[in-house]
């Protein structure tokens, strides 16, 4: 026997140790025993992370927005896994686990060095020969993209595993990235009062904010396992080989994260995106953005988890110097404050993309900034104002860079040049929450003094923030007597939130080299057009206007025309004032 085979036979046992173990603890927690199979067989892909439900239910999870949409789509209809799939589900789980690790740890030549230095790509033949027993050959027409990213975050690899494994917490903290997501089925809860062993089957929806960027569904298993002291690898694997009718736009193959706990509370977290895609449907002035990498890899999911963490230490301090005017020192202030706006963030993010669960309606043309509205009823939500709201969004490329854009929506000094509902008043800061390193991560409390003395003066909310892959600026009117209850460390949940506002991206990786490997069997070309990709902005305005405050109403085509006109004198402003600015 060649040395090979026997190493090969070693890791055959030990694989299929733990695949009992796997089994023997699910089959505890399930109540009957769970079939095992000779072999692993060639099986599905994978997705990324997500949260505990209870066993046998389809509910479970969070899904912004699931009571206002209504929408009966794919996400909804999917069914938690057969007793007949189990015993596969948690072989493909065990093997997706074994992958990670290596994809995680491997240098040359699995992950090949980019010549500039502007990241790494992953080497498709190498992948091959490293994990021959795969989930098949790529479909036809699909592309590979292959992502690796690391960081150190302000968090403890304890609370880093919670929020993988808790759907609530997971689609709260990447909320930018996860449009919906829930717990189908858990497998098994992990041993000894921790995620070690937890195994859960989920779905998810991938977003970028744009309706210009169709969305990526996954049917997935989630499996969390130590691996040895401080260290936790969380593995997502597609299963959509156990849904042969359905149609899928992505099949991810095992990606996920390995966490490292360091000293004094903070973690090392090295992520891996693997998916295939057909991604036909992406918009041209999207597509150097979404080959590089930046709209659904790993080096997003780690920012966005940086920016997070650094939010969440905000959140839990205690000790806030209360020097400069309008910082909110008082920590039950600060906590409600940041609660509110986190709730925006949230409510902007689940409603600005192109979501299954939404129906948009093109008003004009077919050109990449038409105006796209939808309507919804909303009602018996204490969180938002009842009657008929309508949302516009449109997305359009602005030739001037990322931070210039987001430097100019931010500032309250600027506001005018856009707000069009500011009506030209003077614009304040009265309270201000850092929330990050970057000056632009903060939450501030504005208060627009009208220029017409009849009209009551309106505060704002608003939070702004920023990370290498992307940011957003979100507001919302708010009530004077309800922001004085959150201030004073009240419940925030009762304060009536309509968000509109800006997510602002870049139109492409820096200097325009791809960070990720991007392998396409049929290239159809068709880039943004000459410029973009060149370092300027993606820019998505969203508003939404309560246009009646009566539920039952119907809408007429007065508010439409309205919400159409506010949206585009409103890019025209934004449009003639940056490139003044970056001119």
Same mark, same amino acid.
């Given at each position: 026997m060649s040395f090979d085979e026997q190493h090969l036979r070693i890791e055959n046992v030990r694989l299929r140790e733990e695949i009992d173990r796997i089994s023997g603890i699910a089959a505890k927690y399930v109540g009957k025993p769970m079939l095992s199979y000779p072999h692993l067989s060639s099986a599905s892909s994978r997705? /990324?992370? /997500?949260?505990?439900?209870?066993?046998?239910t389809q509910t479970g999870g969070n899904i912004p927005g699931e009571n206002i949409y209504g929408a009966a789509d794919l996400l909804r209809s999917v069914s938690g896994p057969t007793d007949a799939d189990k015993p596969m589900i948690i072989e493909l789980a065990v093997a997706a686990m074994e992958e990670l690790i290596r994809m995680a740890q491997s240098g040359e030549p699995l992950w090949i060095s980019c010549s500039d230095s502007s990241g790494e790509i992953l080497s498709e033949e190498e992948y091959v020969r490293t994990f021959p027993r795969g989930i098949g050959?790529?479909?036809?027409?699909?592309?590979?993209?292959?992502? @690796?990213?690391?960081?150190?975050?302000?968090?403890?690899?304890?609370?880093?595993?919670?929020?993988?494994?808790?759907?609530?917490?997971?689609?709260? +903290?990447f909320a930018s990235?996860?449009? @919906?997501?829930?717990t189908l089925e858990v497998l098994s809860t992990g041993v000894a009062g921790n995620y070690n062993g937890a195994l859960q089957v989920m779905t998810a929806e991938f977003q970028v904010p744009s309706p210009l960027v169709p969305t990526r569904e996954n049917y997935f298993v989630r499996y969390c396992k130590q691996h040895g002291?401080?260290?936790?690898?969380? +593995?997502?694997v597609s299963l959509d080989n156990l849904r042969p009718t359905s149609v899928s736009r992505c099949r991810r193959r095992p990606s996920g994260c390995l966490i490292q706990e360091l000293p004094n509370g903070y973690s090392k977290v090295t992520w891996v995106e693997h998916v295939e895609v057909d991604d036909r449907s992406v918009h041209n002035i999207y597509k150097p953005l979404v080959n590089s990498g930046l709209a659904f890899g790993a080096k997003r999911w780690v920012a966005t988890l940086d920016r997070q963490c650094e939010r969440l230490a905000s959140v839990m301090a205690n000790s806030i110097a209360a020097g400069d005017v309008g910082v909110i020192s008082s920590p039950k202030g600060r906590k409600s404050m940041l609660k509110l706006a986190e709730r925006m963030l949230m409510s902007f993010c689940s409603g600005v993309g192109a979501s299954t669960a939404h129906t948009w309606t093109t008003l004009s043309g077919s050109g990449a900034d038409d105006v796209r509205v939808m309507t919804r009823k909303s009602m018996d939500d204490p969180g938002r104002p009842p009657g008929i709201v309508l949302s516009a969004a449109t997305s359009f490329w602005l030739p001037v860079p990322p931070k210039t854009v987001f430097d100019f929506l931010r500032d309250e000094n600027s506001r005018s040049e856009w707000d069009i509902l500011s009506n030209g008043g003077l614009v304040q800061e009265m309270a201000h929450i850092a929330n990050?390193?970057?000056?632009?991560?903060?939450?501030?409390?504005?208060? +627009?003094?009208?220029?017409?003395?009849?009209?009551?003066?309106? /505060?704002?909310?608003? #939070?702004?923030?920023s990370d290498s892959t992307g940011s957003f600026v979100v507001y919302a009117p708010v009530d004077i007597i309800a922001m004085n209850v959150v201030l004073s460390g009240g419940d925030p949940d009762y304060v009536a939130l309509l968000p509109s506002g800006f997510a602002i991206l870049p139109d492409g990786p820096e200097n325009n080299n791809n960070i990720i490997?991007?392998?396409?069997?049929?290239? #159809?070309?068709?880039?943004?057009?000459?410029?973009?990709?060149?370092?300027?902005?993606? &820019?998505?305005?969203?508003?939404?206007? &309560?246009v009646d405050s009566v539920p039952t109403a119907k809408l007429s085509l007065g508010s439409v025309a309205t919400v159409n006109s506010l949206i585009k004198c409103t890019v025209e402003r934004i449009k003639g004032a940056v490139s003044c600015d970056g001119a």
């Amino acid at each position: 026997m060649s040395f090979d085979e026997q190493h090969l036979r070693i890791e055959n046992v030990r694989l299929r140790e733990e695949i009992d173990r796997i089994s023997g603890i699910a089959a505890k927690y399930v109540g009957k025993p769970m079939l095992s199979y000779p072999h692993l067989s060639s099986a599905s892909s994978r997705s /990324l992370d /997500l949260g505990v439900g209870s066993y046998g239910t389809q509910t479970g999870g969070n899904i912004p927005g699931e009571n206002i949409y209504g929408a009966a789509d794919l996400l909804r209809s999917v069914s938690g896994p057969t007793d007949a799939d189990k015993p596969m589900i948690i072989e493909l789980a065990v093997a997706a686990m074994e992958e990670l690790i290596r994809m995680a740890q491997s240098g040359e030549p699995l992950w090949i060095s980019c010549s500039d230095s502007s990241g790494e790509i992953l080497s498709e033949e190498e992948y091959v020969r490293t994990f021959p027993r795969g989930i098949g050959p790529k479909p036809l027409g699909f592309k590979s993209e292959a992502s @690796r990213e690391s960081a150190v975050v302000i968090m403890n690899h304890v609370n880093l595993v919670e929020i993988l494994m808790d759907v609530d917490q997971w689609s709260s +903290v990447f909320a930018s990235i996860v449009s @919906r997501a829930m717990t189908l089925e858990v497998l098994s809860t992990g041993v000894a009062g921790n995620y070690n062993g937890a195994l859960q089957v989920m779905t998810a929806e991938f977003q970028v904010p744009s309706p210009l960027v169709p969305t990526r569904e996954n049917y997935f298993v989630r499996y969390c396992k130590q691996h040895g002291e401080g260290i936790w690898a969380v +593995v997502d694997v597609s299963l959509d080989n156990l849904r042969p009718t359905s149609v899928s736009r992505c099949r991810r193959r095992p990606s996920g994260c390995l966490i490292q706990e360091l000293p004094n509370g903070y973690s090392k977290v090295t992520w891996v995106e693997h998916v295939e895609v057909d991604d036909r449907s992406v918009h041209n002035i999207y597509k150097p953005l979404v080959n590089s990498g930046l709209a659904f890899g790993a080096k997003r999911w780690v920012a966005t988890l940086d920016r997070q963490c650094e939010r969440l230490a905000s959140v839990m301090a205690n000790s806030i110097a209360a020097g400069d005017v309008g910082v909110i020192s008082s920590p039950k202030g600060r906590k409600s404050m940041l609660k509110l706006a986190e709730r925006m963030l949230m409510s902007f993010c689940s409603g600005v993309g192109a979501s299954t669960a939404h129906t948009w309606t093109t008003l004009s043309g077919s050109g990449a900034d038409d105006v796209r509205v939808m309507t919804r009823k909303s009602m018996d939500d204490p969180g938002r104002p009842p009657g008929i709201v309508l949302s516009a969004a449109t997305s359009f490329w602005l030739p001037v860079p990322p931070k210039t854009v987001f430097d100019f929506l931010r500032d309250e000094n600027s506001r005018s040049e856009w707000d069009i509902l500011s009506n030209g008043g003077l614009v304040q800061e009265m309270a201000h929450i850092a929330n990050g390193r970057d000056p632009g991560n903060s939450v501030s409390l504005l208060r +627009v003094n009208s220029a017409n003395s009849s009209q009551s003066n309106m /505060l704002i909310l608003q #939070e702004s923030c920023s990370d290498s892959t992307g940011s957003f600026v979100v507001y919302a009117p708010v009530d004077i007597i309800a922001m004085n209850v959150v201030l004073s460390g009240g419940d925030p949940d009762y304060v009536a939130l309509l968000p509109s506002g800006f997510a602002i991206l870049p139109d492409g990786p820096e200097n325009n080299n791809n960070i990720i490997k991007n392998n396409n069997n049929n290239d #159809e070309g068709g880039s943004g057009g000459p410029d973009v990709g060149n370092g300027g902005s993606l &820019l998505t305005v969203a508003f939404q206007i &309560l246009v009646d405050s009566v539920p039952t109403a119907k809408l007429s085509l007065g508010s439409v025309a309205t919400v159409n006109s506010l949206i585009k004198c409103t890019v025209e402003r934004i449009k003639g004032a940056v490139s003044c600015d970056g001119a």
